[in-house]
């Protein structure tokens, strides 16, 4: 990777930085090359900050590092594009990301994950899973446990249609079984990750 510092005239270049598991881009700062070095060195994602007129490591008052995955330069060689694993709220004013948003990952499950919180917590009136959530714990693990069963029964015809209906019900379920235990999907995926790791 040969970045090109000379482009600007700052000696500085863009470095955007992204969640290694969700792709949620979380904020954007600027790098020398002694920046990206610290980066490579500590493991946290370090920038040069223009105002302070230092390098300057992001979580290094607050604890809320970044820590560093990996790094790519665009096809210019003047921009890089950062993956990280944020350690806390990213942003100063407490948000996961720089750009106003939570970070609820990409695709449709996780913005599911992210409705059946909102449910969860404004108890919506009429609303199914609002509904099973009041019931307690007891009756959204019984939920789980019939959707799978049914799952199962549908994965031994050949009924595509059918067999991911089920498979669709248990995924919902699941997750509001998550959700009413207080933990959520991300926290599944570092325990995947962990076991992948260690083999």
Same mark, same amino acid.
């Given at each position: ?66 820590? #560093? ?11 890089? @594009?950062? /993956? =990280?694993?944020? *350690? ?75 067999? #991911? ?11 509001? @079984?998550? /959700? =009413?235990?207080? *933990? ?16």
């Amino acid at each position: 990777m040969n970045i090109d510092y000379g482009k600007y005239a700052d000696g500085l270049v863009p470095a955007i930085v992204q969640d290694s598991r969700t792709g949620q881009a979380l904020m954007l700062g600027f790098m020398n090359e002694q920046a990206l070095q610290e980066t490579k060195r500590s493991g946290h994602v370090t920038f040069f900050s223009r105002t302070k007129e230092r390098l300057w490591t992001k979580g290094e008052e607050s604890g809320h590092y970044l820590e #560093l995955v990996s790094i790519d330069a665009d096809c210019d060689n003047d921009t890089l @594009l950062i /993956k =990280a694993r944020p *350690h806390g709220p990213v942003c100063h004013t407490g948000t996961d990301t720089c750009f106003g948003a939570t970070n609820t990952g990409f695709g449709f499950v996780y913005q599911l994950e992210a409705i059946i919180r909102q449910r969860q917590e404004q108890a919506e009136a009429g609303s199914y899973v609002s509904n099973l959530m009041k019931k307690g714990i007891n009756a959204v693990a019984q939920k789980v446990g019939e959707e799978a069963v049914e799952m199962v029964i549908e994965s031994k015809d050949n009924d595509r249609k059918k067999f #991911l209906d089920e498979a669709a019900d248990l995924l919902f379920h699941y997750l509001i @079984l998550l /959700k =009413a235990k207080g *933990h959520s999907l991300a926290e599944v995926e570092n325990v995947l990750e962990g076991r992948h790791k260690e083999k």
